[in-house]
């Protein structure tokens, strides 16, 4: 019989997990899998968990918000096994999954797990760490993971823009030097991410247009720092409408690029706490995450209406 570690994160989504594990867990026994289930205790928890135990499975399955799928994408990789990932999402964002098309209820969620196909797609690496799907830096990136677990789970989707509107006003400008070899420029930005999802922060289409998750590149979004309100209006205007002719928001693809500053900068990786950094090196990673979808399904995503 073929061996799944079940890891869950017992706190996402209002804790509604509890709900649905034993139909979760039928579903994965039905499908000809041994299981082992393990609730994260504690933050890395899971990423411990899958990097030291991932010889020992046939498929990885974790349950919870960006942040867990994350935790368990790095220590797959940091393992250096090569196994397939089912996903069950239970967050209040879950960008990942609606980009690939993982169903939000989880009983479809884990059907998918055991009848669907792994679909090879890209994941960043950022530095000595890896990100699923966007690393991010300036306004108001913090707020995914400063917003306190009881808010989101109360409110949901709600709590990230009450926690946003806190920190409208402690905004800062970043000078960096960026290098890659699309774009390569030395100067103020209040704002960067770098992604492979259609979705971000719960908004479809802000990445950009024409979105392939395997194609081996990044999207890139970088604003410059504006000098006055009209600026402003149009950085707004620009990143909403994907304007790639905008002198204050650069978009571009890369596989690489480099980002450096003299003064330490805050990133957050999947929406988690990502660390300060006056160096950060970002590469493309394609194809090497096998996650469970659709079979015969191979995700690629076109300009979405804004959410």
Not at 162 to 175: N, V
Not at 220 to 243: C, G, R, S, Y
Not at 266 to 285: F, K, P, S, Y
Request: hydrophobic residues 35%; charged residues 25%.
């Amino acid at each position: 019989m073929k061996k799944l570690l079940f890891v869950y994160n017992p706190r996402s989504g209002k804790g509604l997990i509890r709900n649905s594990l034993s139909s979760i867990v039928e579903t994965f026994s039905a499908g000809g899998y041994d299981v082992t289930i393990y609730p994260t205790k504690c933050e890395r928890d899971a990423c411990d968990t899958v990097q030291s135990r991932a010889a020992e499975f046939d498929m990885i399955v974790c349950s919870g918000g960006d942040g867990t799928l994350d935790e368990v994408v790095t220590g797959l990789m940091n393992s250096g096994e090569k196994k397939p990932v089912g996903y069950i999402p239970a967050g209040s964002t879950n960008d990942f999954a609606n980009s690939i098309g993982i169903p939000k209820p989880m009983e479809q969620a884990a059907k998918l797990v055991v009848e669907g196909e792994p679909f090879a797609c890209d994941i960043g690496r950022f530095n000595d760490s890896y990100f699923v799907y966007v690393a991010a830096f300036g306004l108001l990136t913090d707020v995914s993971y400063q917003t306190p677990q009881d808010l989101k789970n109360a409110l949901g989707h709600v709590a990230y823009v009450l926690e946003g509107m806190k920190r409208m006003g402690s905004w800062k400008s970043c000078h960096l030097r960026i290098d890659s070899e699309e774009f390569s420029e030395d100067g103020e930005f209040v704002f960067g991410m770098i992604t492979n999802s259609n979705s971000v922060g719960g908004f479809k289409g802000i990445p950009g247009k024409n979105i392939e998750l395997n194609d081996g590149v990044f999207e890139v979004m970088l604003v410059h720092t504006p000098k006055n309100l009209l600026e402003w209006q149009e950085a707004i205007t620009a990143v909403l409408t994907h304007d790639e002719n905008s002198k204050v928001v650069v978009r571009f693809k890369t596989k690489h690029m480099l980002i450096r500053s003299e003064e330490p900068v805050a990133w957050t990786r999947d929406g988690e706490n990502g660390g300060e950094h006056t160096q950060v090196e970002l590469t493309n990673l394609q194809q090497v995450l096998e996650i469970m979808t659709e079979a015969g399904d191979e995700p690629a995503v076109h300009e979405m209406p804004l959410a």
